[in-house]
């Protein structure tokens, strides 16, 4: 079998090393029993026959990328956070609401004793002396499994006081959103679990490591992140880094959607799989829907400048994809065809960053705003060319400078890599951006017919 | 309209009790309060913020920034709409404007009956399932038009009762932790290392 009712999405096929969905296709496995019965929390003996610092080389060892879109590695991470300032934090950012991202919940529904395992061997290793767990508020599966299994965890020992028998001692405290995308930024997160609106703080500092929840330090790490960390301390790092390439080794869940015969949720060998490979393999997502062409896709996130068929023999590597003018972000590739409409495509991209703007910044605030209202213009037939120089416009007032983009045989266009310069706080306001100059940058054509033609077409054209 | 009834101002202070700040509770304890009333009213934010230690003004500017809470009563069932790039591609304009001729009423809007608020959302976290949509933020996956008219039925005549409570409840199961195994929120003013980390090696 290679998908599995209970884990929606999700499929397995092939032979791929499994680190993080290793029970997925158990109908229990979010139980203690089968988490236990399946070499559950032997991890964390493994750890707390170990000094913290030894817990914490292997880690580092492991060069854990973070899963939450930044990719800093969680090891270095950790090790940022000023000597002798204590108590200490760890909040797990269960926030997952990128457009197109699918696998934290995944994790939290399906595995919540492997993330649970996790959060302790990192509150171990690094003395965290409270863990926050905190969940999107629209997930209340994910929220009854969790507290299931933070439940079972507690009365059977693995959590609270005097762990395992040990002086290891931390509670782990559920806690949820109530719906926010931009809350799932870290400091954004933090400002929220203190009860605040969850607007982003200034940077500096860059990290909440030295100042972060209630001034102190804190380590905010994603979900996928974390499930990591049992696999790692039960096999070494040496076994873990063995897996994928010397800059992104282990694995990493994926999720493509969009216009494929077979949309699903991966867990891949990290920085050698092509978007060829997830897009048109076998075991994958099994090419186009209805033997349609490519047209585009998005391949880290709503946030995430779009490729077309130049890009599909690149590797799921950071570098390589920012040289290439891009970014991976959280795992998520979406897809269109040769029937989508580009400009309302991106709109629909547009549409969402502008909505969940905190309002700070006012690039952010009034550009998405303008930029959504702009596109929908163009969309609905009622644009002009002034329009299509406007939402440029508007685009350089978030980001000053060129701004990343694939290159493009078709339009003569060299990549421009990513970063890009910002006037904001956080990345909402490019986000509402990337989309829209992307569209603009690689089909200028559609753009162009649509404020000359001024017509109407639906969102899906004909499939 | 109310306030905590007793049951839950108990599990409100035990949550408080979890937390280095009594006001890191306040989106749990909103929470709790819409699922007591289904929405929020002014009565149940005061109180709220009388008991983590705000003023009101507080509670709403922390409130008002959510998504998930809601100032005025809404259906029964709460029926949100995904309309983010994967969904859309899927096809999810084409279920929103069903789901508004079936139920009669715009975005935004709630049936007479008090029934069903339709609602247009943004990602669910279940892109490679589109179109997606969730009943009081239960997952309803790869729905076509069919399947709505199903589900909106069901619920009409109460046979999803089991699976989907009434707006504001969120997760039926919450965390309990015994008060045998808890070692309490990490203090403030506890500035010493824990006592499983040697001084030695302080700073990782
Ligand atoms: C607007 C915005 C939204 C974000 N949303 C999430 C999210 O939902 N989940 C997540 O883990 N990280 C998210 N991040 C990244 C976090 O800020 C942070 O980098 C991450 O949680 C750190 O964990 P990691 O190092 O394990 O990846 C977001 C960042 C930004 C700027
Ligand atoms: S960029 Fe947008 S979302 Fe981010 S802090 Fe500024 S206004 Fe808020």
Redesign the interface.
């Known amino acids: 079998m290679s998908s599995y009712r209970w884990a929606a999405g999700y499929i397995d096929d092939g032979d791929r090393p499994k680190i993080v969905t290793s029970r997925f296709h158990l109908e229990d496995s979010y139980t203690l029993e089968r988490y236990l019965a399946t070499g559950g929390y032997q991890a964390l003996r493994h750890a707390l026959a170990r000094t913290p610092a030894e817990v914490h080389d292997e880690v580092r060892g492991a060069t854990v990328l973070g899963r939450g879109g930044a990719g800093f590695p969680a090891g270095t991470k950790w090790g940022l956070m000023p000597a002798d300032k204590y108590p200490r934090y760890l909040v797990v950012n269960g926030d997952e609401s990128e457009p197109g991202t699918y696998k934290d919940r995944l994790l939290m529904e399906l595995d919540p004793h492997q993330l649970i395992e996790g959060s302790l061997i990192a509150a171990y290793a690094v003395g965290l002396a409270q863990v926050f767990l905190y969940i999107r508020g629209e997930m209340p599966l994910a929220h009854e499994r969790v507290a299931t299994a933070l439940n079972e965890a507690y009365v059977a020992g693995y959590v609270g006081k005097n762990i395992l028998g040990t002086d290891f001692s931390v509670d782990i405290v559920l806690h949820w959103g109530a719906g926010a995308y931009v809350v799932g930024e870290e400091t954004a997160l933090i400002e929220s679990l203190e009860g605040k609106r969850g607007e982003p703080r200034l940077k500096p500092p860059y990290f909440p490591a030295a100042i972060g929840l209630y001034g102190q330090p804190t380590i905010v790490n994603n979900v996928e992140t974390l499930s990591n960390l049992p696999w790692i301390m039960a096999n070494g790092a040496a076994e873990y880094v063995r897996i994928g390439t010397e800059t992104s080794p282990g694995t990493r869940m994926v999720a493509v959607s969009g216009h494929v015969e077979r949309p699903g949720v991966f867990e891949i060998v990290n920085g050698t799989t092509t978007f060829r490979d997830l897009i048109y393999g076998d075991d994958f997502c099994r090419g186009i829907r209805n033997g349609n062409q490519l047209k585009a896709f998005v391949p880290g996130g709503g946030s995430a400048p779009w490729f077309t068929a130049e890009q599909l023999d690149l590797p799921f590597e950071g570098k390589l994809v920012g040289a290439a003018g891009s970014m991976l972000g959280s795992g998520a590739i979406m897809v269109m065809d040769h029937t989508t409409d580009i400009p309302a495509a991106a709109l629909t991209l547009t549409r969402f960053y502008a909505h969940e703007s905190c309002g700070q910044c006012t690039p952010c605030r009034e550009g998405g705003t303008w930029l959504e209202r702009v596109l929908q213009r163009v969309v609905d037939g009622r644009g002009t060319s002034a329009d299509l120089a406007q939402m440029k416009e508007i685009g350089t007032s978030i980001c000053p400078g060129e701004f990343p983009h694939a290159s493009s045989s078709r339009h003569g266009l060299d990549a421009t890599p990513f970063p890009y310069k910002m006037t904001t706080i956080c990345f909402v306001g490019p986000s509402a951006y990337a989309p829209v100059h992307s569209a603009l940058t690689l089909f200028p054509e559609e753009f162009a017919a649509r404020v000359r033609d001024r017509v109407q077409i639906p969102v899906t054209a004909v499939q | 309209m109310s306030r905590f009834n007793d049951d839950n101002l108990r599990l409100a202070k035990e949550i408080i009790g979890?937390?280095?700040?009594a006001?890191?509770?306040?989106?749990?304890l909103?929470?709790l309060a819409q699922q007591q009333e289904g929405h929020l009213s002014d009565e149940a934010m005061a109180h709220v913020a009388e008991l983590?230690g705000?003023t009101p003004a507080e509670v709403l500017?922390?409130?008002s920034?959510?998504?998930?809470?809601k100032f005025e009563p809404v259906g029964r069932y709460l029926i949100?709409i995904c309309?983010?790039?994967?969904c859309?591609?899927?096809?999810s304009?084409?279920l929103l404007a069903h789901a508004e001729k079936v139920l009669g009423v715009k975005v935004g809007g709630t049936t007479a009956d008090g029934l069903f608020t339709l609602e247009r959302a943004?990602?669910?976290?279940?892109?490679?399932?589109?179109p997606n949509m969730?009943v009081?933020?239960?997952?309803c996956?790869r729905m076509t038009n069919e399947l709505f008219d199903r589900l909106v039925d069901d619920l009409r005549s109460g046979r999803r009762d089991g699976d989907i409570p009434a707006h504001g409840t969120?997760?039926?199961?919450?965390?309990?932790?015994?008060a045998?195994?808890?070692?309490?929120?990490?203090?403030?003013d506890?500035?010493?290392?824990?006592?499983?980390?040697?001084a030695k090696?302080?700073?990782?």
């Open positions: 979890r937390y280095p700040k006001r890191s509770a306040t989106i749990p909103l929470h983590v705000a500017g922390t409130a920034f959510y998504e998930m809470f949100n309309g983010t790039m994967s859309a591609l899927g096809g304009d084409e943004e990602c669910q976290a279940a892109c490679t399932e589109a969730q009081n933020y239960r997952h996956h969120l997760a039926r199961v919450r965390q309990q932790i015994p045998e195994r808890a070692v309490g929120p990490a203090a403030l506890d500035r010493g290392a824990p006592a499983w980390l040697p090696e302080v700073g990782g």
